[in-house]
């Protein structure tokens, strides 16, 4: 499927032009055999642009009546002829190529829009999604996720930007497929959290059931308590998940029970989106023994924590420092 919609255009001029690298060749091809519209889409600039190129440079297409006709065409399963009109010069050809696929894409796009569904959270939100098949969604803050409204197709298909949980419900010979950051994750019924910001790993983590990630030649099968980290460049990782906390955003419950200060700052920083600095590598290096708050305050954590630990702590306008009394 595709990476983003926004984008797709101008793979489809790199792929015209013969520039595309393998991994955007690829991203192409999934897009193109997600749906026989995006082929249809394709296939009409593809059309134009090789129209445009292989007549008489003083002539250019009639966009605005060709891309009518394929606006007519999505309803059809007749094939759109294209129609060349009006002498210019060369550099007119070349602004109604551009122009063209310009048209295209806003036509496609809007007439694509109704049959898609778009949630977004902002910083500190989080929302849970009913989608059409029984499956839920729970988003967690500053996250996209996109879906054809029916989950229509021969998989149901989900993008993700950000971070969600997925608790999917089983239907045979359709597979639950989540596109996140150039990944794949296919399932058929199971839990699991998919964590794909931008510039970031991204993580999948298996609560029940198995799924199978994909990036580029790789794939993994994760099991329950398992996770596979994917960062660019690197080989990906599938070791134990022993974060305790990777869904508190979920759960609105931490635990941390002989988890070092480290790692705690690690998960409040990230929870809080927040910047925590231990000024003792004394503090940073303790365990935390018997402590699960059953609060989400930050306040009253932190107060817990310099309990625990004999430290005191600062705040100064996002920023937490704790130091020793």
Known sequence: MSEQFENIDTLIVRSLEDSLSPSEQTMLQTWLDEDATHRRYFDEIRRTWAITGEHDTHFIPDTEANWQRFRESMYTNDAPELKIVSKRNMYLRIAASVTGIAVATMLYFTLRGPNE???????????????????????????????????????????????????????????????????????????????????????????????????????????????????????????????????????????????QIRDVIKTLSGYYGVKIIVTDESIDSLHLERLSPETTSLTEIMNQISFITNSNWTKEGNTYRIYRK
């Open 117 to 259: 569904i778009t949630e977004l959270t902002a910083a500190n939100e989080k929302k849970t999604i009913s989608l059409p098949d029984g499956s839920k969604v729970y988003m967690n803050q500053h996250s996209r996720l996109r879906y054809d409204k029916q989950l229509a197709g021969a998989e149901r298909a989900i993008h993700l930007e950000g971070e969600a949980f997925f608790e999917v419900a089983n239907k045979p010979g359709r597979p639950f497929v989540v596109y996140a950051n150039e990944t794949q994750t296919q399932v058929l019924g199971t839990s699991f959290d998919v964590r794909a910001y931008t510039a970031t790993p991204v993580e999948v983590a298996v609560v029940t059931g198995k799924v199978a990630v994909s990036h580029d030649i790789h794939k993994l099968v994760v099991t329950p308590g398992r996770k596979v980290t994917f960062a660019a460049g690197k080989q990906p990782e599938e070791d134990a998940n022993n974060d305790a906390n990777f869904i508190a955003w979920k759960e609105n419950r931490f635990v941390f029970d002989g988890m």
